[in-house]
Structure formats: structure tokens, C-alpha cells
């Protein structure tokens, strides 16, 4: 049981009392590895689209009420001490992102009892290592439900293209959900999700009737001392070696890809200091999984003053995951997808003063009181195949529920 308040603009929960503060290790994406084993919850702050108000503020207030000040992000790094605050887990919807954008409602969410925005305060202290259950539960995970059949899914595809002909987008990108029921503990299935090769933001948040897990390769945004990164990944394929040179010979994968990072250069162009955008490493093959995925990385310099709010609304949601231009890629996902994308296509990670890392969930599966939950999609251009389509995203997808069913 957690005890908290409600107001018309927030949903706070925490501090958690003493009796029930979780004594786990903490393991979310991004946090200092060397401190995971130290630190307990000290607040907490949950939101969801009904509470009202603005999520990036609403989080930016937070954190600095509570000694975490990110309203200048071209501030030094602080000095990373063993006591006291260490920083804090952050955590924002797809749907979120969308309200940030100014996008449609999307479609109504298969998760409900996850919030839209998580703000945890982690602080040092002792954490202890529960002692495992003499019998624990066993594990069993039914089979998965898909929200539209591949036939739908190839429809959506096709309903894109129409629209890239008429002119209203040059790229959306379509994500599918499936959803299975569970019984037993879903954490310690949704941690080995962290453990997949190539999970650059591997990790688990958790709250009162809900968990997340992330193996997201992908950085939405990363600030270290007014320096900002995003790495966009656009473009897939098997990782054998066929599979990496077909993928870095397919024009239509470059010109997929060359299209987001346009899009993510002008994101970080408005929250930039003039003339500091740079792209590093364009269409770098790496290696997630079994696939092979195009990533390059966009630099640029932090406007003086950049606090954490105006930087949420610059980013999210992720142009890998929406599509250019982003508000009419919103605005097709919205009249698109059948569900909403709950923890899928958010922002996941870590802050503190000075330093800021969020992945992008994809490859990110969460769990509600009866079922796990996982999306999975792609980029859909006017000489994409449906077919090879819906297979791409079912290739995403495959890693994930083999490592949640324990395989």
C-alpha cells in the first residue's frame, strides 16, 4: 500500500512510508551502475492525460522541488556524491509525447493502470536484497493476442502510402500491440529483457500495480553539460552478413532513415545554440539481437537557459517512432492504430542536474495486473511492402516474448 495525494493537476505518490518502502535493487535504464545497489525511493510523482496540466512542467517542478534542479541544462554536470539525492527515473507515454505535440487523442490505451508520466527520487542509502521465496510461483505466460491481424496491419500500410501519394506525410510509422495473461511474478521476466545484446537502456521501473521493461538500443535524447545527442535508428534486418549488406545497400532503407535524421536535426535545431547541429557516424550498421539496425547520431549545443520541460517538448514523441513531418504522422497514427502505444515509443531513463539520458521504448514490453504487453513496428515510406512490413515488426517483436516466456 503506497500513501499519497491527488490534486487536479498531479497524481503524487510518495514519500512511501517507512514500512513500505520498496527494498529492492534499483534498476533503471540509465541510472549509475555504481550506485544501483544503494539506493531507495525517496518520492515519487504520478500523472495521467485525465489529471490535466503540462507533463514536461509538471515534471521539471518536481524534481526541483525535491533538489534536482533541471531548468538549465547548460549547467556543469554536479558532483556526483554517495549521500544524499543521486538523481531520478523518468519515464513519459507515447501518448504524452503526443499531448506535448499537440497531436490528437490516440486511441484509448490497452494498459490502463499505467501512468503517462513517472517521476521517481532515488536517494543513497541501503538497499537489501530480498531473501527468494522457498517455493516461488512458477511462471506461466499464455499466448500472446495481437490487437489486428496481419491483414489489418497491411492495411494500415497501404492507408500510409495513399497518404504519401496525396502529399500529407513522407513517412508514418505504424506500431502494432499484442497483449498475454501471466501468473506468477512478471519482474523477474521483465528484467531479462535488460540482458538482451545491444540493450543500451536495459532495465526495469516499477510502480503500485504496473512494471516496465526496457531493451531499447535506441537514445530519444542525451545532455551532458549543454551538449546534446540523439541517436535515430531507422532500418532493419537479420544479422547475418547478407543481412548487413543488403541493408546498407537498400536505398530505400538510406532514404527511410536520412528522412528521420532530417526531422531529429530540426527537433534539436530549436532548443540548440545557432549553427551547432552536426550529424556523426550517418547510417552506422550496429547490432541488436539477431537484427542489424541503421543508427547515426545528431549533435548540437544547448541554448542557453534549456531546461528539462522545453527539452521534452522539442523531443517527444521520438521522430523515429512518429514520422516527418511529425504532427501529420501523429495525426494518421491517431486514426490508424486500433490501441493506444502505453510504454511503447515513450522516453525511459535517468536524470540528475546537469546530465539527462532517455531511451526510446521500443523493444520495451510492461505488465498490468493480468498481462504483459509489447509494440512493435516500422517506418512506413511510399516504396514500402506490407508484407515485408508486418514481417519486420514480427522480427522486433520475436527477441521479446521469447525472453519474457524464458527462453
Not at 490535466?52 to 531548468?71: N, R, S, T, V
Not at 528539462?308 to 491517431?334: F, N, W, Y
Request: a neutral charge; proline letters at 8%; charged letters at 20%.
Amino acid at each position: 500500500m503506497v500513501h499519497g495525494k491527488s490534486t487536479e493537476r498531479m497524481r503524487k505518490v510518495g514519500p512511501y512510508g517507512v514500512e513500505t518502502l520498496p527494498q529492492v535493487v534499483v534498476d533503471v535504464p540509465a541510472a549509475p551502475a555504481a550506485c544501483r545497489g544503494a539506493l531507495t525511493e525517496r518520492a515519487r510523482l504520478q500523472w495521467r492525460r485525465g489529471d490535466g496540466g503540462d507533463p514536461a512542467a509538471l515534471a521539471e517542478e518536481f524534481l526541483a522541488a525535491h533538489g534536482l534542479p533541471l531548468h538549465d541544462l547548460t549547467r556543469p554536470a554536479t558532483t556526483h556524491s554517495d549521500t544524499g539525492v543521486c538523481g531520478a527515473a523518468l519515464y513519459l507515454s507515447a501518448a504524452a509525447g503526443a499531448l506535448l505535440a499537440g497531436a490528437p487523442t490516440p486511441a484509448p490505451e490497452p494498459a490502463p493502470a499505467l501512468p503517462d508520466l513517472a517521476v521517481v527520487i532515488y536517494e543513497h542509502g541501503t538497499t537489501i536484497r530480498p531473501a527468494p521465496p522457498s517455493a516461488p510461483p512458477a511462471w506461466w505466460l499464455g499466448p500472446w493476442t495481437e490487437s489486428w491481424t496481419p491483414r489489418q496491419h497491411a492495411a494500415a500500410i497501404e492507408s500510409v502510402r495513399t497518404a504519401i501519394g496525396r502529399g500529407d506525410v513522407y513517412q508514418t510509422n505504424i506500431v502494432g500491440h499484442a497483449a498475454a495473461r501471466y501468473t506468477g511474478d512478471p519482474l523477474p521476466a521483465l528484467s531479462r529483457l535488460g540482458a538482451l545484446p545491444g540493450a543500451r537502456y536495459g532495465g526495469v521501473l516499477t510502480g503500485d500495480g504496473w512494471a516496465i521493461g526496457c531493451a531499447s538500443p535506441e537514445t530519444l535524447v542525451e545532455v551532458t553539460d549543454g551538449h546534446l545527442i540523439t541517436r535515430p535508428i531507422k532500418g532493419t534486418r537479420p544479422a547475418t552478413a547478407a543481412g548487413r549488406a543488403e541493408l546498407l545497400a537498400s536505398a530505400k532503407e538510406r532514404a527511410e532513415h536520412i528522412m528521420i535524421v532530417d526531422l531529429e536535426r530540426n527537433d534539436l535545431a530549436r532548443i540548440a545554440r545557432t549553427g551547432t547541429v552536426t550529424v556523426d557516424d550517418l547510417f552506422a550498421v550496429r547490432r541488436w539481437c539477431d537484427l542489424w539496425q541503421a543508427e547515426s547520431t545528431v549533435r548540437a549545443a544547448a541554448a542557453d537557459g534549456l531546461g528539462l520541460a522545453d527539452l521534452l517538448r522539442a523531443t517527444c514523441p521520438g521522430g523515429s517512432v512518429t514520422g516527418a513531418p511529425k504532427l501529420a504522422a501523429l495525426t494518421q497514427i491517431s486514426a490508424l492504430e486500433p490501441v493506444g502505444r502505453g510504454a511503447g515509443m515513450g522516453a525511459l531513463g535517468w536524470v540528475a542536474p546537469g546530465r539527462v539520458d532517455l531511451g526510446l521504448t521500443i523493444r520495451t514490453a510492461a505488465a498490468d495486473g493480468e498481462k504483459l504487453h509489447t509494440w512493435a513496428g516500422g517506418g512506413i515510406t511510399w516504396d514500402s511492402d506490407p508484407t515485408a512490413e508486418v514481417a519486420e515488426a514480427a522480427a522486433k517483436t520475436t527477441p521479446i516474448r521469447a525472453t519474457l516466456a524464458g527462453r
